[in-house]
């Protein structure tokens, strides 16, 4: 494993870390599925444990993941044990009285759920706090930020970021490197998905934010294992995500690029991952790990691309896979 410096933290993070949504297991706003469908627990602190024996010390989680159930699993595994892991969690989206999925970025709200997850975690400190989905009517408002750099002053926690909104991440970026606030941010990245590549990843490189890579897999699209026919629990998110007409839309389109993996005699999730890695400024890759034969797959040493396999995986994003990602947008 190999370890990247996390921006202007003195964070030094495994360049594989574990994505923790799908471990907090199947959970409903609503008729709305927010989870990854059924997981059992035991398997789910198996792919933890086989995880850090890989060298990885970088996790991501969310209080909203599984409703805290995300965090509680970390909190039980490396309770006492925090030392050498770096934790990442992130507050912002919630359940509303009715039960279907709502933000809240009061600074009271923050506040509390930052104690909330720490005792989730057994942990005193949290390593880097992040705004799950803050826009910016959030970021002018205020309050968010306030009561970030209140939880770092009373050391609560020790860095803060955010995590970007897929399709428009460029906005909320500009408003954090124009008033100089937070360390880091979280970026939906993938040979799939690369919104972020020409105004964000400037941005944080230039002025030192850590990037975090999220979905690298695209969901599970880019490991090639879908076949065409493939279905989803209705509790696990993906059935809405990758309906058949979406999912059918992308195998299509990922043609080509399963083609560059067979000619370079690549597995297609290892040109996924080092694909994201060929790319400065990125600290932390962070797919989702569900057990340890996941584990096992996701986290070994990735190499970098050529720039030729860059540059073809660019401009194919440009001239197909753009398009790809609207139908996504539309739903």
């Known amino acids: 494993m190999r370890y990247r410096k996390l921006g202007k933290t003195n964070l030094l993070v495994s360049e594989i870390g574990f994505g923790s949504w799908a471990i907090g297991g199947p959970v409903m706003a609503g008729d709305v599925p927010i989870g990854w469908g059924k997981v059992d627990d035991e398997t789910s602190k198996k792919a933890i ?20 159930h995300s965090e509680e ?10 030392k050498d892991i770096i934790l990442a969690t992130k507050v912002g989206n919630t359940l509303m009285e009715d039960g279907s999925a709502g933000i809240n970025y009061s600074k009271e709200y923050i506040l509390n759920a930052c104690e909330k997850s720490l005792k989730r975690l057994n942990k005193d400190v949290i390593d880097v706090y ?37 399709f428009e991440p460029q906005q909320e970026a500009k408003f954090f490197v124009e008033h100089q606030i937070g360390h880091t941010f979280q970026i939906a990245f993938s ?26 897999l ?19 998110h993906r059935s809405n995500r990758l309906n058949p007409e979406l999912l059918n839309l992308s195998l299509d389109k990922l043609e080509k690029v399963f083609e560059l993996a067979e000619k370079r005699k690549m597995e ?17 890759v962070i797919p989702g790990i569900r057990n340890e034969r ?34 996504y947008r539309k739903g």
């Not at 040979?191 to 690298?216: C, D, T």
């Not at 695209?218 to 629990?233: C, D, I, N, V």
């Not at 080092?274 to 600290?283: A, E, K, M, R, T």
């Not at 030729?308 to 790809?324: A, M, N, T």
């Open 130 to 166: 992040q705004l799950h989905s803050a826009r910016m009517q959030h970021l002018q408002q205020g309050e968010c930020i306030e009561a970030m750099e209140q939880l770092q002053q009373d050391g609560k926690i020790r860095y803060w970021g955010i995590s970007l909104n897929t």
């Open 191 to 216: 040979i799939i998905n690369q919104i972020a590549l020409k105004e964000v990843f400037p941005l944080a490189i230039e002025n030192n934010y850590g990037i975090i890579a999220r979905v690298p």
């Open 268 to 284: 297609k999730d290892y040109l996924a991952m080092s694909f994201i890695l060929s790319h400065q400024g990125v600290s932390s």
């Open 218 to 236: 695209h969901f599970g699209l880019l490991s090639g294992k879908f076949a065409r026919e493939k279905t989803f629990p209705k509790n696990d």
């Open 294 to 327: 996941q584990a096992i797959a996701n986290v070994k040493e990735f190499s970098q691309l050529s720039d030729e396999d860059v540059e073809f995986l660019h401009e194919y994003y440009e001239s197909d896979l753009k398009l790809l990602m609207e139908a």
């Open 73 to 82: 699993l970390l909190g039980n595994v490396f309770e006492g044990k925090w």
């Open 49 to 68: 444990v086989k995880a850090v024996e890989l060298g990885v010390n970088f996790f991501d989680t969310a209080d909203f993941y599984g409703l805290g």
